[in-house]
């Protein structure tokens, strides 16, 4: 990894750079991987991943930050964060899931793959418990229920699994944040633009609004199709999410075509949003991605070739 050049190295950066593990061939043939897994191993280089956005954009009058992800929303990053910063602990994204389903007062787990121990700390859920997750589905699911009833929403869980295989059922960190009414010891990620976006938003006091694949968000949406370094995908965003004149920050892990930003940026200007500017963690040059954003500023912490 390389810094991008003229520019002073933050001394925390190569730490950063050097927990990216590059991964030739993957998803396919002539493609090197930026595999950021390695890099949230990392509690201190993905802190100080973090940190290094926060300060920079701190003070500038942003209210929304703008990021893609799959299978989560955007307020169980507040949990992520709570999670790796309250508990100090790594974290694994892994592929065993399941889902919580918010409906009146009654939560059913299930789905996916979970550790037995997860399961024993899941049930029996108290009245008090489902009442502080009914509360946590309710107002993630706000701006969804139009006549103020609606409150079933879907939500797909990556269970937090350490480097053991454990998870962190029981664990000082997951009582605290079922006593902050957050829900408890579920947390990863699959995809890797909600894993920035949210710690940063939540620093710098802006929302945080989820771009994510097709047919995901349940409410309207507008959409934007685009091309990337190994296929093609489409982006949507929920309408009413971001207002008119809003001052936006696009995150996302890596910028490589550009594709992904431009369709971002797209969505965020069609919605009347000021993007101010795009921050990845990695820019792979060689692709021009940054020529494609039509003089929008891209803020990258390394450069990889
Ligand atoms: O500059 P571009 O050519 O658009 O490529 C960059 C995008 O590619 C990756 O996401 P991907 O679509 O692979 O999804 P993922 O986050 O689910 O892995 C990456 O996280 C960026 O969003
Ligand atoms: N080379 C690459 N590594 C990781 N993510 C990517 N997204 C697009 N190109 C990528």
Redesign the pocket.
Known sequence: MAVREGKEQDPRIPRIASSIRVVPDFPKKGIMFQDITTLLLDPKAFKDTVDLFVERYTGRDISVVAG???RLNASATAQIHNVWTSGGQRMTPCRAHGFFLFAESVLVCGGGVRPASADADLAPWSPLRCKRLFRFGSCLSRSLSSDGKALVIFHWILFLDCETGSNMTGSKTSTKIFSDGFCGHVLGV????FIFGPPIALAIGAKFVPLRKPKKLPGEVISEN?????GT?CLEMHVGAVQPGERALVV??????????CAAISLLERAGAEVVECACVIELPE?K?RERLNGKNLYILMESH
């Open positions: 893609e992800f799959f699959e995809a890797r633009g685009y091309v990337l370094e190994y995908d996302d892990d890596l910028v490589a075509t550009g594709g992904t930003l692709l991605g």
